[in-house]
C-alpha cells in the first residue's frame, strides 16, 4: 500500500538535545512538507521541499533542519535552538503543480 | 500573518444536525480550497475541495459553499453523525505556490 510513514510515534527528547524524526513515502510523490500542530493554531509549516536536493524553510522553520537527498525521505531534525519544541509533527508530500496533500499519521515530540 | 481565519474553534451538534464551519482568507491569489477531517492521533485526511469557479460542491453529507466576493467559504455536513467528530481544517493555496495555508481547526463533536 502507498502512503506515508513517520517514525516514532512518540519521542521524548531532553532539553539540549538535537532530535530527527524521520519520513517516507512511496507514493512517487515529488513534494514534501513538514507542519507542526499545536493546539489552536493549527497547522503552521516548517519546510518544504518541492525536488531532491531543494528544500525552504516555511513560516516556523527556525530551530529546525531538513534534507532531501532521496525522493522518498525528508527527516526533520528538531534542533536544541527551538525553543518550544514540544508539539505534534506531521509530514505530508503531493505531486509536483497538484493539490491534493497526503499526511502521515504525525510524530508527537515531549521535551522533557 | 494569519492568511485564513476559522470559526468556531469548537461545535456540538446534536446527531442529525448540520454543523457549519466558516472560513475566510485574504489571499485573493488563492484559488485551491480544501478541507482537512482530522481524528485524534492521526494526521489529516482530504474531505473534499473547491476551486472558485463554482460557488457550491457536493460530496456525499459534505458540501462547500464558496463566495468569493466576500472571500469567504464554509462547510456544511448533513445529517450528522457520532463518526463525524474530528477536528475539520479549512485550507486555502494557490497554483504557483502549491503551499497549503491551513485555518486554527474546528473540533467538532456529535452527540447522540
Known amino acids: 500500500d502507498g502512503g506515508i510513514t513517520q517514525s516514532p510515534k512518540y519521542l521524548f527528547r531532553k532539553e539540549g538535545q538535537n532530535v530527527t524524526l524521520s519520513c517516507e513515502q512511496n507514493l512517487n510523490h515529488d513534494a514534501m512538507y513538514w507542519y507542526r500542530q499545536d493546539p489552536g493554531q493549527g497547522l503552521r509549516l516548517i519546510y518544504y521541499?518541492?525536488?531532491?536536493?531543494?528544500?525552504q524553510k516555511g513560516d516556523i522553520g527556525e530551530g529546525y533542519s531538513v534534507s532531501r537527498e532521496k525522493k522518498e525521505s525528508f527527516p526533520l531534525t528538531v534542533t536544541s535552538a527551538q525553543k518550544n519544541p514540544t508539539a505534534f509533527y506531521l509530514c505530508?508530500?503531493?505531486?509536483?503543480?497538484?493539490?491534493?496533500?497526503?499526511f502521515g499519521s504525525g510524530t508527537r515530540l515531549t521535551v522533557v | 500573518q494569519q492568511q485564513v481565519k476559522q470559526s468556531p474553534q469548537s461545535l456540538i451538534v446534536q446527531k442529525g444536525g448540520i454543523p457549519i464551519i466558516n472560513c475566510a482568507y485574504e489571499?485573493?491569489?488563492?484559488?485551491?480550497f480544501p478541507w482537512y477531517q482530522q481524528f485524534p492521533g492521526k494526521g489529516p485526511a482530504l474531505l473534499i475541495a473547491i476551486r472558485p469557479d463554482v460557488s457550491e460542491k457536493k460530496e456525499g453529507r459534505f458540501t462547500i459553499s464558496f463566495n468569493k466576493s466576500a472571500k469567504q467559504f464554509s462547510l456544511h455536513i448533513m445529517d450528522s453523525q457520532p463518526g463525524d467528530s474530528a477536528t475539520y481544517f479549512c485550507?486555502?493555496?494557490?497554483?504557483?505556490?502549491?503551499?497549503?495555508?491551513f485555518g486554527t481547526g474546528t473540533r467538532l463533536t456529535i452527540i447522540p
Open positions: 489571499n485573493t491569489a488563492f484559488d485551491y
Open positions: 505530508a508530500s503531493s505531486i509536483r503543480r497538484s493539490y491534493g496533500y497526503t
Open positions: 485550507a486555502a493555496s494557490n497554483f504557483g505556490n502549491e503551499k497549503l495555508t
Open positions: 521541499s518541492q525536488i531532491v536536493n531543494d528544500f
